[in-house]
């Protein structure tokens, strides 16, 4: 995989994919790599918290939500198989894993270290009070980012 050097942005700056493992942040890529450039720096990343995991881990294999090792691992292992996704559409990337909370707040940080020009980020559109008590994860990356946000919507 490519590497992105911290703090040395490259002419465009990487885009950043915000990806949990969901079919969502799968469609999120593949809707990305029909609006925008490919053959650019992409960096996938997963956010991770222990006990509230945050992500859906690629692998099928119970573990510890307490154990933060165990976590972490998941997380690297989805940001990865992200990072595969990307590459498959024309990306060159790389993956991290981060752990924070709330997820929203890891993603703008990472996008600034990292001088991502561009975040890609899925929403699950969630309404109502649900929706207002859960809040959202896109909404708070569009309100809280420096860099311009792709929102990709679910298909209905």
């Known amino acids: 995989m490519a590497s992105i050097a911290r703090g040395v942005p490259s002419p465009a700056g990487p885009v950043l994919f915000a990806y949990d493992g969901s079919e969502l942040a799968r469609l999120a890529i593949e809707q990305a790599a029909r609006e925008i450039t490919t053959g650019r720096d992409a960096l996938v990343l997963c956010v991770w ?13 119970h573990f510890d939500a307490d154990s933060a090792a165990e976590v972490r691992s998941a997380a690297e292992q989805t940001a990865a198989f992200g990072a595969s996704l990307a590459e498959k559409e024309g990306f060159r990337a790389q993956s991290l894993a981060v752990e924070a909370a709330p997820t929203w707040r890891g ?12 975040i890609v980020i899925g929403s699950h559109r969630r309404s109502g009070l649900a929706g207002h008590l859960l809040g959202s994860v896109a909404a708070a990356v569009v309100a809280h980012a420096s860099s311009s946000v792709l929102v990709v919507h679910q298909e209905s």
Request: glycine residues 4%.
């Open 49 to 61: 918290q222990p006990a509230d995991v945050g992500f859906e881990p690629i692998t099928k294999r």
């Open 107 to 118: 993603i703008v940080e990472s996008a600034n270290e990292h001088h991502a020009s561009l």
